[in-house]
């Protein structure tokens, strides 16, 4: 029996996109909104849809995706992420085309923790030499 919703999570700094991907549309839905009014057009045309566009599954399958934390380019980066491991899962032939373009790769870059005895991760206090 052919499964008929693929789940995926994909994650970027503290943002985690849970995915589920079903047959239909092209639909994606983030948080119970449009990814449109949810994200802006911008993040929608370059980062959503380059998953499908790499496999061309473009407008094969709807997207419900539910993000947590980290900023709106962190959730569009993970949402991507979540989605290129939910096409794997449909179909192991998509692998080649996603990892050659980047889309299976956890990008591992996280934010330096505040050292003490300083203003940020880097960043020191002004000295005063009076």
């Given at each position: 029996?052919?499964?008929?919703r693929f ?10 996109a ?6 239909g ?14 994200f ?22 709807d ?5 947590k ?9 993970a ?18 085309p996603?990892?050659?373009?980047g ?5 591992p ?7 003490y ?7 020191k206090?002004q000295f005063?030499?009076?």
């Open positions: 029996m052919a499964q008929d789940y995926a999570t994909g994650k970027r700094k503290n943002a985690i849970r995915v589920w991907i079903t047959a549309t092209g639909k994606v839905i983030v948080n119970k909104m449009d990814a449109d009014s949810y802006g057009r911008i993040f929608k045309e370059q980062r959503i849809v380059k998953p499908f566009k790499v496999t061309d599954t473009a407008e094969q399958y997207v419900i995706a539910t993000l934390g980290g900023g709106k380019s962190a959730q569009v980066d949402l991507c992420h979540g989605i290129s491991k939910a096409l794997l899962e449909t179909n192991p032939e998509n692998r080649l996603l990892k050659q373009s889309l299976l790769t956890r990008d870059r996280m934010k330096e923790r505040k050292k005895g300083q203003k940020g991760a880097r960043a206090f005063s030499k009076r």
